[in-house]
């Protein structure tokens, strides 16, 4: 595209930005380095992401996986190199729900007689120290299905092992994050545009100077609880819900309760909590199970 002198658009982007009351969206372009190699040892993580008929991983299938592989720094969360996107269309063996369609523009014809070359995708994830996703609890539970291997690696959740709201994000979505703390849009719901975003998000340092990548790899080494608040009265539950707890039925074997997730340090401060606020001064026996990058998020704990 040509612009005409007195047009060029970073000057008249800069000039609106300028007034106060404008802010300007840039293209996310794709990078392929973020620091140039210094000598510094870095490890391989893969960017994963799935399109798929619909939420439910025992039931729904995938249209579309993408795998981003980069090099990180283990301890400062640097972003290196960043590879090139390997991308699959599968054919579900159904057909794709009208809103799928229109939410990531894939279609039957697109994926007719498509599937999703396993051992390529072996190739590529197997030497990659780390799995991430975008609400990781959701492609995981995809991927497991599809493919064990993905049982034995270990996963992040740029999601939520991200402190976003202490960094003025009210919102988790990929799309927001990616407006709010890169001033960038890109084409949502296609796993290669999503694999990309989500790499550049974790390379872009927060209003403070840390990088988002270094929290993530923090809070991914840390372990984790879910402590299920059994027996508490029906009175609790909106003291529960505010406290961000969840409500599970029981029908997936686990018990009808309350429960939430957090980091092990949490754990002494959330059960006085429930002392206090639920259990009127001591507690039962809680259920509370424990996971670490190899077992988080998965649909099997």
């Known amino acids: 595209m040509t612009h005409s002198p007195g047009s060029d658009p970073e000057k008249l982007a800069a000039a609106l930005e300028a007034t106060g009351d404008y802010r300007v969206l840039r293209r996310l372009q794709p990078v392929r380095s973020y620091h140039a190699a210094d000598g510094t040892p870095t490890k391989t993580a893969v960017a994963l992401d799935v399109e798929t008929t619909g939420l439910e991983s025992g039931r729904d299938a995938i249209i579309q996986l993408a795998l981003v ?27 794709i729900p009208a809103e799928v369609v229109a939410l990531t523009g894939i279609t039957d014809a697109d994926v007719k007689g498509k599937r999703i070359d396993d051992a390529a995708v072996e190739r590529f994830v197997g ?28 996963w992040a959740c740029s999601q939520q092992d991200v402190p976003w709201r202490g960094a003025g994000s009210r919102s988790g979505a990929l799309e927001f994050l990616l407006m709010k703390q890169c001033g960038m849009f890109y084409g949502a719901h296609q796993a290669d545009h999503d694999c990309v975003a989500l790499i550049h998000l974790l390379a872009t340092p927060l209003e403070r100077g ?20 059994e027996q508490a009265s029906f009175a609790y539950k909106d003291a529960l819900r505010n406290r961000r707890y969840k409500w599970n039925d029981g029908k997936d074997g686990r018990p009808k309760a309350w429960y939430c997730e957090l980091r092990m340090a949490g754990q002494a401060a959330e059960l006085e909590w429930l002392a206090e606020n639920v259990y009127g001064g001591s507690i039962p026996q809680l259920r509370i199970d424990e996971f670490d990058a190899k077992s988080r998020y998965s649909d099997r704990g």
């Open 210 to 229: 840390a990088l988002p990548m270094q929290q993530l790899l923090v809070s991914a080494r840390q372990k984790s609880v879910r402590i299920w608040a």
């Open 69 to 95: 592989p980069f090099e990180f720094a283990p301890e400062s969360g640097a972003i290196y190199g960043v590879g090139t996107p390997l991308t699959f269309l599968e054919d579900p063996g159904r057909p």
């Open 127 to 154: 030497p990659a120290a780390l799995i991430i996703a975008h609400n990781a609890r959701f492609d995981r539970g995809f991927m497991e299905r599809r493919m064990p291997l993905f049982k034995e690696k270990h």
